[in-house]
């Protein structure tokens, strides 16, 4: 069996980490065990596997730095011998590791005490997700020498996308293996062909992880209707408006919607939309990371356009397939040139070769046979 250590709950996949795993169970589940570290019972289990969270602790009396202390160098231990038992109960054979926060000393002394290899993932850095949180220096640096560890004991590294790979082999001298979730070849959507004389409905999705640039996005295609009709561009965002963002009159949010609702309001989008921060507290995490919402767009048969900093994956993934266009600037003027750019390369339909490359190379198939691999490699073989 596969012992699964998490800082997630068990849980519907409303985000994209429990996404990506509800793909991979809908696969494995005959082999997997989840431990959660984080408490919490079971909200969502369709494929019955076995599960086991942590205890929780109440840490309101304590500063700051010592809640952090205990949390990221103490309690992990703890949690890795609960998880070390779980996995023995449950004939574990080998651990795959979903990298953060409490996870990476949990998961590896979990791996110590059953001694069996341990592979881990991640998809978000830690050590910047840290940073960001605003800790001493001091601890930020014990922790990155934590992670550096569970890196170097781990037999298998994966992470979500070459540049995360290229990053972490120059910053840790160790080797990484790229796993990108991809669809189903029969649930891929026809490559949109359109002329857009009825206009242009911009897709985006889940969590607006800048709401600058958001804003920006929304007044340059204002700018852009001025230029044609008013209701030329629409935009169409699959999830909850966000409390700090004020209502729009060509924005529409849907809300929460289940697989064939959210697969409906796919149907419809002519345009993707990904934004990343420019801020430089992000900067690894756009440089490594790529979301998981640009598979949606590949499956919808449509290309993306991004207002992201230049040193970033997905510009750097939008360039290499020729799928979108990214806007590197936070001038409305250059945003609304970039998407008149990109409405024009639509009209020509510049986007169908790169997209159907990147299907072709990202398609489930693959994807599920490099995750048995990945075991494989270890002596181990996933069902």
């Known amino acids: 069996m596969v012992l699964f250590i998490t800082c997630m709950p068990l849980s519907f996949p409303s985000n994209a980490s429990m996404y990506f795993m509800s793909i991979l169970l809908n696969r494995f589940n005959k082999s997997f065990l989840w431990y959660s570290l984080k408490p919490g019972k079971i909200l969502y289990n369709p494929w019955g596997i076995l599960y086991q969270s942590s205890s ?6 304590l500063n700051k730095t010592l809640k952090c202390l ?10 890795g011998i609960m998880a070390a038992w779980f996995g023995y109960k449950n004939n574990a054979q080998i651990i795959y590791a979903d990298l953060a926060f409490d996870s990476i000393l949990a998961s590896r002394v979990c791996a110590k005490l059953l001694n069996i290899p341990l592979i881990s993932s991640v998809h978000d850095d830690p050590v910047e997700r840290l ?10 640096k014990l922790f990155e020498k934590s992670f550096h ?10 992470v979500i996308s070459d540049y995360m790979g290229k990053y972490y082999k120059r910053q840790y001298g160790i080797k990484t293996e790229t796993l990108f979730l991809g ?11 359109k002329n857009l004389n009825n206009g242009l409905l911009v897709g985006s999705i889940g969590s607006i992880n800048c709401v600058k640039n958001w804003s920006l996005f929304i007044d340059a295609c204002h700018l852009i209707n001025k230029d044609h009709s008013k209701d030329f561009i629409k935009i169409l965002h699959i999830g909850h408006k966000p409390k ?15 697989e064939k609702e959210f697969n409906d309001q796919l149907h419809k989008i002519d345009l993707g939309f990904i934004t990343w921060s420019f801020k430089k507290e992000r900067k690894i995490t756009r440089m490594t990371s ?31 397939y020729k799928i979108g266009i990214n806007s590197s600037s936070q ?25 159907k490359k990147f299907r072709g190379e990202n398609d489930l198939s693959s994807f599920y046979e490099k995750f048995k691999k990945i075991f494989s490699d270890s002596n181990f073989t996933i069902k």
């Open 290 to 320: 790529l979301p998981l919402k640009t598979h949606s767009y590949m499956k919808a048969g449509v290309p993306i356009f991004c207002i992201s900093p230049s040193d970033s994956g997905i510009n750097n993934l939008l360039t290499y």
């Open 149 to 158: 560890k569970t890196l170097l004991a781990s037999e298998k590294c994966v």
């Open 183 to 193: 669809n189903k070849k029969k649930e891929l959507f026809p490559i949109k062909n």
């Open 131 to 140: 940073q960001r949180k605003k800790y001493p220096i001091w601890i930020i």
């Open 331 to 355: 001038n409305i003027y250059d945003i609304k040139s970039d998407l008149d750019k990109s409405i024009r390369e639509i009209k020509k339909q510049s986007y169908k070769t790169g997209i």
């Open 56 to 61: 929780h602790f109440i840490l309101r009396k």
């Open 70 to 79: 205990l949390y990221l160098f103490f309690m992990p231990i703890r949690k």
């Open 244 to 258: 700090n963002i004020n209502k729009d009159s060509i924005v529409h949010y849907t809300g929460w919607l289940d």
